[in-house]
Structure formats: C-alpha cells, structure tokens
C-alpha cells in the first residue's frame, strides 16, 4: 500500500516522544512492504515543498509558520493554517492514485483540512492516532474558559479532524469510554495503544553521562520530555524537594516547554542541591542519556479527565528503567504499571505515597533491576509497533 503518514513534528529535527513514535511507525510499515510518504511541517523554509529521506523514509516537509516554543496566540494562527500551507505545498503532487490510506497524528487537530483534501482525491481511508484531547486538557487546567469563544473555535477544527477518519485510535480503555462519552458514540472508535521499537537496547555509549554531569554514584531521577503544563511539573519538584534528605538522590530533568522557568524558579526558591535541568537533546543523545539513570519519572495533571498514556513512558521501557509517577484519578495506567510491576504510580495530589515509592526505588537497587526487567517484559507484551503497524494497515483495508 501507499501510505501518506501526516504530523506537526517529526525527526530529526524534533525531540519530542511523538515525533520518535511516529518515525518507528513509519520504518515499520516500510519493513511490512508499503511506501511511506511523511507530510510534515517545517518552519522557516525557503521553498513550499522539499523532499528528502531519512532514515529510508521519505519525507515531504512544507513551509509553515513557528507552532513549537513560541507565545499561545502564535501557535494557534499558524496551528490553523497547517493545512491550508500544506495543500498548497502538495497538491500538484497528489494524483487519483497517489496514497492507498492517510494515518495522521493528533495534536494538532487542525489537519482536519488536509486529510479531507487528500481523501477526496485518491478516494482512500483514513485513520487518526488520538494521543491528546485537546481543548478539553486545556479547559481541565482552566486555560481555556469553559463556553468560551475560544473554545468554540478550537472545538470546530477538533470535530472536523475527528469527521475525517475512518477509525479513531485512543490510547486506552478509560479514554475510550470517556472519549465516546464526550463526542456521544458519533465516531468509529477502538483502543491503539502507544507504541515502541521493541528491539534489545544497544551498547552502551562512549560518553558518560554520570561523569559529566557530576553524578557518578548517585540514584538518578530523570524526567524527559515535554515540560509543560499538562505535567503538572510542580508535582514532580515538590518531589525533589521532599528528597532532599537522601543526599544519594539526584532529580535531571531534559526537555522544554511552558513550565521550564517555573521548574527553575523552584529549584532556586528551595534550594535543590539535588536537581540539574538540560534542554532538550537530540535523539541519539536522548537514547545514550537513558542508559545511565536509575528511575523513570513522569507526571500527569491531577485535574485532566483524559486518561492519557505518556510517550515518554515507552522509551523508559526500552532501557528496562523503572517507572515512578502520579497520575489523574481513574487513569488505568495505574493499574496496568502497578500490577506489571513495572514500577509505582500513585494518584497526583498523595505526596506522601509518591514520595515513599521513591524511596524504596531509591533505596533497593534489587528492586529497581526487578521492576526495569517486568518494565521491558510489559513493553513486548502491549506496546510493539509491529501490532500497532498491523492493526491500522487492517483498519485501512478492509
């Protein structure tokens, strides 16, 4: 088949979970014997349109304004005219017989547009990969007012995303529910969980992490990915706050977004010896960067009533690092980590349970090895990209 893969984000530019997911849905496909086409934004482009490869993956990036890192209200103008960017840049490239299936990325919602444009043409199928409900998480953080203007505009293009797919994919059982609850059952919906490259994790690198940083001999607490405000990232600092007293502890975070100065801040006013923060890395030095901590971290907003499953999670299992985390009440990851003995999840808001599951990974190396070994088993078991890739390529078909 061939395949129009569409999303705001992608490698190697980005350094964010989505885009990495994605590329190894792209290569997986490629390895099940269909043609990829990535359509892509890129900002800042000379030209409209450019091809290239990456990784064997095609790739058509096309000219856009900044949606990544910049003010609200600029990410919403240029967020709404992806599509409108995007056609103009692709549209003499599209003939009656171009794609076979069009699989695109949720955020952003506003390639609703797009996928219509390239559906009406080759008369094909398309699928939607719902990784984020968004305005709602926006309006759960009171962002956005509820009945707003605001939100009217923002519901319009998530609709009519949402009216252009064949199959909806939400990440778990709970967001399912809650996701047919929301939109009254108006859309063919199923469960496609996030995904990973199951393969055994490579050497170790050459550079060492732990020397340069200055962290030889300490129990790494790490954090990569979006800092934002969906994380909730004053939970996870209140954390590092409340670990103070374990010298041997050590809080590093990697990533960007809206809450890097208020992480920072905090560092500061409580005075954590016990915390580094990096920007945001590429790739590679992610992956090399993984293979020297200690325990997964991540965060999700105790006011969401998305059930989201983190990204991040994925390559923390892929390096059979523990997991350590706080969720919103109701979200099934608990459960599905907890009972893997995969690691701890706890309610966000239960400081004291959180910090507790802390010490005890802090304090048993056996445990820590015991729960990255169930980690990397939960991983082949429910998060391969080979099933996803199948799944939607079924979906497409039939």
């Known amino acids: 088949m061939k395949l129009a893969l569409v999303i705001d984000d992608y490698l190697p530019q980005s350094t964010r979970v989505g885009a990495k997911m994605f ?7 490629k390895n099940q014997g269909h043609q990829v086409v ?18 064997l993956v095609e790739v058509w990036r096309f000219r856009s304004g900044e949606i990544k890192d910049v003010t609200k209200v600029k990410r919403a103008v240029n967020e709404t005219l992806l599509s409108v960017a995007a056609w103009r840049a692709i549209k003499s490239e599209i003939r009656k017989d171009s794609f076979d299936g069009i699989i695109y990325y949720s955020p952003s919602i506003f390639f609703g ?8 043409r080759c008369k094909c199928k398309a699928y939607l990969i719902l990784r984020d409900f968004f305005p709602q998480w926006a309006i759960d953080s009171g962002m956005i007012r509820e009945g707003s203007l605001i939100e009217s505009y923002f ?22 529910s809650l996701f047919n609850d929301m939109t009254k059952g108006k859309f063919n919906t199923q469960i496609l969980r996030n995904w990973a490259n199951c393969e055994p994790p490579s050497q170790n690198s050459d550079c060492s992490f732990r020397d340069k940083l200055g962290l030889v001999g300490k129990t790494i607490f790490f954090y990569g990915g979006n800092i934002g405000y969906a994380q909730d990232m004053a939970n996870l600092m209140r954390l590092a706050k409340n670990m103070k007293s374990f010298p041997e502890a050590h809080f590093l975070f990697v990533g960007q977004g809206d809450e890097v100065d208020l992480i920072n ?11 580094t923060y990096l920007p945001s890395v590429n790739q590679q030095t992610f992956k090399s960067l993984l293979k020297e901590v200690d325990v997964g971290l991540f965060s999700l907003a105790a006011n969401h009533t998305a059930h989201n499953f983190p990204g991040k999670l994925l390559g923390y299992m892929v390096e059979s690092i ?6 919103n009440a109701g979200n099934d990851l608990l459960e599905t980590i907890n009972d893997s003995q995969a690691g701890f999840i706890s309610v966000n808001g239960n400081d004291n349970l959180l910090l507790e599951n802390a010490i005890r990974l802090n304090n048993s190396r056996i445990l820590r090895d015991s729960f990255g070994v169930n980690a990397f088993s939960l991983l082949k078991k429910e998060f391969s990209v080979q099933s996803v890739a199948s799944l939607i390529i079924k979906i497409i078909t039939d």
């Open 23 to 29: 590329h190894e849905l792209a290569l997986e496909l």
């Open 38 to 55: 990535v359509i892509t934004p890129q900002p800042g482009h000379k030209s409209r349109l450019v091809k290239e490869q990456f990784e």
């Open 113 to 120: 547009h797009l996928v219509s444009k390239i559906k009406s």
């Open 155 to 176: 519901r319009f293009f998530e609709t009519y995303s949402y009216q252009q797919a064949d199959v909806i994919g939400v990440t778990s059982e709970n967001n399912l």
């Open 265 to 275: 801040r905090l560092a500061v006013e409580w005075e954590l010896d016990n915390f």
């Open 322 to 327: 523990p997991i350590l985390g706080s969720v």
